[in-house]
């Protein structure tokens, strides 16, 4: 089954408001990395977490290995936030990244 | 369908050596990437190729550093002079395209080691 659950697949918000993401794990993760899908089509990294949280401007993002879920908080969101976002995870003793679905993003005036 | 297959697997160089790396992206893929992994700044974006051609090179850094992909079967990574602080894991990913939600297949990647 699906190592990575994300959620959810889509999202709408209106500008200014805030929401979050959120990417559950069937198993022990030892890192998490969140991605964003630029208009060119290049996966650009957002955050990289071995654990607790990291803020980066209008986005931080969250990791429990323990609890195996990390999401991703996006507050007074702008239109070029728009766009589809991923987790990736890699499992105790390896470095393969393993995907969620993406979520995509669309904000609105 | 064997998926993305980079070679090789582990490359060790001296410091000041050329190294060139290897993708093959998954039949039928139009769009390739390279990523870098280091334990320290995670996955790293490099360059993307769409339908052969380069469509953002924005990651690669801005000396000894070049990315080609002469035919739609593979891509080739090359890194001139290497330095330690280019040990890393190199990645290679294809995917269908930019339309909808497709997540890029990755490679087992390159470890590269330079001494």
């Known amino acids: 089954g699906d190592q990575v659950e994300q959620s959810p697949s889509a999202l709408s918000l209106h500008e200014g408001t805030g929401s979050a993401l959120r990417c559950n794990f069937t198993t022990t993760m030892r890192a998490v990395q969140w991605f964003r899908k630029n208009s060119r089509g290049s996966l650009i990294n957002l955050f990289y977490l071995a654990s607790g949280t990291k803020e980066n401007g209008r986005l931080k993002s969250a990791f429990d290995s323990k609890e195996r879920y990390s999401t991703l908080h996006i507050r007074d969101a702008q239109l070029e936030d728009s766009g589809t976002y991923f987790c990736?995870?890699?499992?105790?003793?390896?470095?393969?990244?393993?995907f969620g679905s993406g979520t995509q993003l669309t904000v609105m005036p | 369908n064997a998926g993305v297959i980079q070679t090789p697997r582990h490359k060790v160089t001296g410091k000041g050596q050329e190294a060139t790396l290897w993708c093959e992206p998954i039949?039928?893929?139009?769009?390739v990437f390279w990523y870098r992994q280091t334990i320290v700044q995670g996955l790293e974006f490099l360059t993307y190729?769409?339908?052969?051609?380069?469509?953002?090179d924005s990651g690669m850094p801005k000396e000894r550093f070049s990315a080609q992909m002469p035919n739609q079967s593979h891509s080739t990574l090359k890194i001139q002079s290497t330095q330690p602080q280019d040990s890393a894991v190199y990645l290679c990913a294809s995917s269908l395209g930019r339309r909808g939600n497709q997540a890029p297949l990755f490679g087992e990647g390159t470890r590269l080691s330079v001494l």
């Open positions: 190729f769409r339908n052969q051609a380069p469509i953002d």
């Open positions: 039949s039928g893929h139009s769009a």
């Open positions: 990736a995870a890699a499992s105790s003793g390896s470095w393969q990244l393993i």
